[in-house]
C-alpha cells in the first residue's frame, strides 16, 4: 500500500486525477472502476478539465461503478446513475453504451446483483478502481459487517450511512434504505485500487483501515491485502498517522 500525502483537497483531486489519467493514457480501452460521493468530485472535475484542454481521450474506455440505490430511477437526481451523467459522462468522450451501473430499478434483488457480475465478467475486470471511504470503513455500500461479501449484493444500509445520506433529500423518509454495490472479491480482483481520502473527520477511521487489523467489521481495512494501493489522502486526513 501507498500512501500519498496531499496539502489540501484541490492537491488530493490533481494527485488522484494524475493517477486515472496515466492509466487512460497508458490503456486507452481500460476499465474503469468509478465512485459517487463528495469526495470524487473533485477528480472528476479535473478529469474534465483535462479532457476540454485535448490531452485526455475517453473514446474506448469502459466503466463500471461501484453501487447504485435501489429504488431510484435514472432520472432522480439523487441516483449515481444521475451524479455520473452530471460530474463526468456528459462533459468527456466516454461511449454512454459502455457505462455500467447496477440497474436499481430491478425490484429482484438476485436478479440484478446477477446481471452486475455478468457485466464485470463481460468486461473483463477492472483495470483501476476508485474508491472514497466512509466515516464507518464502508468502500462503496459494504457496510461494516461479520463477513467480506464477495460479488454484487443488496445491502441494507445503516442508520449512520442513511443518516449521513439525508442533507441530499427532502426527509429522511425519502433516503434509500437499500442500495446494490459491488463486492468485495470484485473490488480486490481490480489491478490497481486508488483510495481518495479528505478531511479530519476521517482521520481516525483512515487509521483504522490503513494502519490496524484486518476485519470485516472494517470493510477497508481488507485493502491492505491488495497488492496495488494507493491511497491519495489530504493532511487533515492523515493527521492521526504517523
Not at 8 to 36: E, F, H
Not at 149 to 163: F, G, M, P, W
Not at 168 to 193: C, H, L, R, W
Request: hydrophobic share 40%; with cysteine; charged share 25%.
Amino acid at each position: 500500500m501507498k500512501i500519498v500525502k496531499a496539502k489540501d483537497y484541490k492537491d488530493m483531486s490533481r494527485k488522484a486525477a494524475n493517477i486515472i489519467s496515466a492509466q487512460v493514457i497508458m490503456k486507452p480501452n481500460c476499465v474503469l472502476g468509478l465512485a459517487t460521493g463528495s469526495t470524487p468530485i473533485g477528480t472528476y472535475e479535473q478529469l474534465v478539465e483535462w479532457y476540454n484542454q485535448g490531452d485526455l481521450d475517453f473514446g474506448q474506455v469502459t466503466t463500471v461503478n461501484l453501487d447504485e440505490y435501489k429504488g431510484l430511477t435514472k432520472e432522480n437526481d439523487q441516483s449515481y446513475y444521475y451524479f455520473m451523467n452530471d460530474k463526468l459522462f456528459s462533459k468527456v468522450n466516454v461511449n454512454k453504451e459502455r457505462t455500467f451501473l447496477p440497474d436499481g430499478m430491478e425490484p429482484d434483488s438476485e436478479k440484478a446483483c446477477k446481471a452486475y457480475n455478468e457485466i464485470i465478467a463481460s468486461v473483463g475486470g477492472i483495470d483501476l478502481q476508485l474508491l472514497g471511504l466512509g466515516h464507518n470503513g464502508h468502500i462503496g455500500f459494504n457496510e461494516p459487517a461479520d463477513t467480506f461479501e464477495a460479488e454484487t449484493h443488496c445491502v441494507d444500509l445503516t442508520e449512520s450511512t442513511i443518516k449521513a445520506n439525508q442533507r441530499f433529500f427532502a426527509s429522511i423518509d425519502e433516503v434509500p434504505k437499500q442500495a446494490y454495490t459491488m463486492g468485495i472479491k470484485t473490488i480486490m480482483q481490480a489491478n490497481k485500487v486508488l483510495v481518495v481520502v479528505s478531511g479530519e473527520d476521517k482521520a481516525k477511521i483512515v487509521k483504522e483501515a490503513f494502519f490496524g487489523p484486518i476485519t470485516p467489521r472494517v470493510q477497508a481495512s481488507v485493502l491492505q491485502l491488495h497488492k496495488d494501493v494507493i491511497v491519495v489522502a489530504d493532511e487533515a486526513a492523515l493527521s492521526l498517522v504517523k
